[in-house]
């Protein structure tokens, strides 16, 4: 079954070329034994802008399709670390204080370099409005 309609899409996708073929063709020559047509020429060339439209609108919603499954396996890979990094924590008592540890020690760190920060701020102010 599934190979038939894949036959039959590939079928539909030449003939279309084909159709396509003959009708650029009839307008080439249309336009040949016209002596140029600035109205056909007109629309060829809208035909043409269409068509590149089309392409490049193509080419972005692919992009959109290919982020947004990557997007997809980054989520599910972090959700698995997660889990990994809750499991190792369950299994080792000490590592859990550890790294409490760890973060209390980095928000003291924090606090210092805003109090330092504050303070440069504070004495660049009262010295140059003081």
């Known amino acids: 079954m599934?190979?038939?309609s894949d036959l039959e899409k590939a079928q539909q996708t030449v003939?279309?070329?084909?159709?396509?073929r003959e009708l650029l063709q009839?307008?080439?020559?249309?336009?040949?034994?016209?002596g140029n047509d600035p109205a056909m020429d007109q629309l060829l060339c809208e035909r043409?802008?269409?068509?590149?439209?089309?392409?490049a609108a193509g080419g972005v919603l692919g992009q959109a399709e290919a982020v947004r499954t990557d997007l997809r396996f980054q989520g599910r890979?972090?959700?698995?670390?997660?889990?990994?990094?809750?499991?190792?924590?369950?299994?080792?008592?000490?590592?859990?204080?550890?790294i409490e540890n760890i973060r209390r020690r980095r928000?003291?760190?924090?606090?210092?370099?805003?109090?330092?920060?504050?303070?440069?701020?504070?004495?660049?102010?009262?010295y140059t409005f003081g």
């Open 26 to 34: 009839g307008s080439f020559a249309a336009s040949v034994q016209s």
């Open 15 to 20: 003939r279309r070329a084909a159709e396509r």
């Open 107 to 126: 928000s003291q760190d924090d606090m210092i370099v805003a109090g330092v920060i504050a303070s440069c701020i504070l004495f660049t102010l009262w």
């Open 77 to 98: 890979s972090l959700r698995n670390t997660q889990g990994m990094i809750g499991q190792i924590t369950g299994n080792i008592p000490g590592l859990n204080t550890l």
């Open 48 to 55: 043409s802008h269409i068509q590149n439209s089309m392409n």
């Open 2 to 4: 599934d190979l038939r």
